[in-house]
């Protein structure tokens, strides 16, 4: 790998490789674009196969941030860290503790949050070194419920745009995953009328929402191929690819999962098939506006609330599509970009010069 080159190609700032022999500790800090703010995102601990491995996820990641933060309206940069080991291992304190010694070199340039393999726990490790951490147990709680009330809200301006009425009542949604996310979002579902059909690996999840949102349950291999209003992938992602997309039985995608199209090509081929598809990192944004709140200082009503404007972004996407004739995930990266370019650009006054005494 031409290290500079594939920073340079994809738009980094700065990237930080950290290790710490006594705990182990090895790490990857990527900054993408601090343009509108400090680059916030979380920390991800994984088993990489190789350091390359960690440094591409890490810079893909951080990218992926920057444009998660523009569309969302928040006056934050990009960034992403990767710790590379075994996110079981019991063994935590001192490796989250070196980490958060790093994050703290930064200067506030990076904030870091949970992410895959690491929980509010392991952030209140990171918090014994720096003040540049958020999702801790005691601020901003689970935010779930606003990560899936934004999706709920994505999911309401694909009913507008493909039907002419967000009102769901009578509209069928495949829900895929059922942990915490996605069992909010098949209660604001359930209330709004939406008739659903709903799948997990967890037996005990799926019987929940069956029991109390009156769902039909569909084996976990074929909900993607429910014929339904409105699939919505709530668990892992890559789920729209080329077996699946054949399979597909609905006019809407909207959900909360992360990287949906497994390859952008996917993208054009829903475009392709007249499927609507509400880019994931716009439609699931609620979770940063959450881990924003508490930064600011806002209240739970208060994220609650921006998470609902998600109804507009997403209905801004399909303006721009329209307009532009692209597929909605390119429309989504062009309203990121207008943003980040807008701020950039943005005259700065200089002081005026000090009076010679």
């Known amino acids: 790998m031409q290290l500079f080159d594939t920073i340079a190609g994809m738009g980094h ?11 182990g500790y090895r790490g990857i ?14 920390t991800r601990f994984w088993q990489y196969a190789t350091d390359e491995e960690a440094l591409v996820d890490a810079l893909r990641l951080a990218k992926g941030m920057t444009y998660k933060n523009a569309v969302a309206g928040l006056n934050l940069g990009g960034g992403k860290a990767v710790i590379i ?26 904030i870091t949050a949970e992410d895959v393999g690491t929980s509010p726990a392991d952030m209140d490790y990171v918090h014994m070194e720096t003040d540049y951490v958020a999702g801790l147990v005691a601020r901003s709680g689970d935010p779930s419920p606003v990560t899936a009330h934004g999706v709920f809200r994505a999911i309401e301006a694909c009913a507008h745009h493909r039907w002419g009425s967000n009102k769901l ?5 495949a829900v895929q995953g059922l942990g915490h996310v996605g069992y909010y979002l098949c209660q604001e579902l359930h209330a709004a009328g939406a008739k659903l059909v709903v799948s997990d690996i967890d037996a005990e999840r799926v019987k929940r929402v069956v029991h ?52 952008p090509r996917h993208g054009d081929e829903l475009e392709q098939r007249g499927i609507l598809y509400a880019p994931d990192y716009v439609a699931n944004a609620g979770g940063v506006i959450n881990v924003y709140g508490e930064l600011a200082g806002w209240d739970h009503e208060r994220a609650y609330r921006k998470a609902g404007e998600i109804y507009e972004t997403v ?8 307009e532009s004739g692209v597929p909605t995930y390119v429309a989504a990266d062009r309203l990121a970009e207008r943003r980040v370019k807008a701020v950039h650009d943005m005259m700065r006054p200089k002081p005026p010069h000090p009076r010679k005494s």
């Open 13 to 23: 700032e700065q990237v930080v490789m950290c290790h710490d022999k006594s705990s």
């Open 29 to 42: 800090i990527a900054i993408h674009d601090t343009t509108l703010g400090p680059a916030l995102g979380g």
């Open 85 to 110: 080991g075994d996110n079981r291992t019991t063994r935590r304190e001192m490796l989250f503790r070196a980490h958060g010694r790093f994050v703290d070199t930064l200067g506030g340039r990076y």
């Open 169 to 173: 009542r009578g509209k069928s949604v």
């Open 212 to 263: 109390e949102f009156h769902a039909t349950p569909v084996d976990k291999d074929e909900v993607h191929s429910a014929p339904v209003d409105v699939y919505a992938p709530c668990a892992l992602g890559g789920v729209i690819n080329d077996r699946t997309i054949p399979q597909l039985r609905c006019e809407v995608v909207a959900g909360a999962a992360n990287n949906q199209l497994l390859e």
């Open 315 to 322: 209905l801004g996407v399909f303006e721009i599509a329209k």
